[in-house]
């Protein structure tokens, strides 16, 4: 494991969350980084995206609006403010790092353990 998410938890609908992202044994250093989650008996899906200058950020469109991605290059450290959280937004979050910004989960080649969200009606 290269990515170490945490931050998540259980919240009411309406609440809010940060995740994290911090590396563990390496630098990504010019990565890309990106958030994804999975749902039970759902595919891995992107959520949000972010170059390494922190200029271009990309977001799903579901949670366009209520979350923001961010980048701490000091600390090689990603976040994700989850905002306004509804029942449909429970998964496992992964975190990954590339190159270059990619929506397809097939792109990413350094993947965190993942942070399970849990969003309670």
């Known amino acids: 494991v290269q990515l170490q998410a945490s931050g998540g938890g259980l919240v009411q609908a309406g609440g809010s969350l940060r995740l994290s992202c911090a590396p563990s044994?390496?630098?990504?250093?010019?990565?890309?980084r990106g958030w994804f989650r999975q749902a039970p008996g759902k595919e891995r899906e992107f959520v949000a995206a972010?170059?390494?200058?922190?200029?271009?950020?990309y977001y799903t469109d579901s949670v366009t609006g209520r979350f923001t991605i961010s980048r701490d290059n000091a600390t090689n450290t990603v976040y994700l403010q989850m905002n306004s959280l509804k029942p449909e937004d429970t998964a496992v979050y992964y975190c990954a790092a590339r190159p270059t910004i990619s929506s397809s989960s097939r792109d990413w080649a350094y993947w965190g353990q993942g942070t399970l969200v849990t969003v309670s009606s």
């Open positions: 044994g390496r630098t990504f250093n010019y990565y890309a």
């Open positions: 972010i170059s390494w200058t922190g200029d271009n950020t």
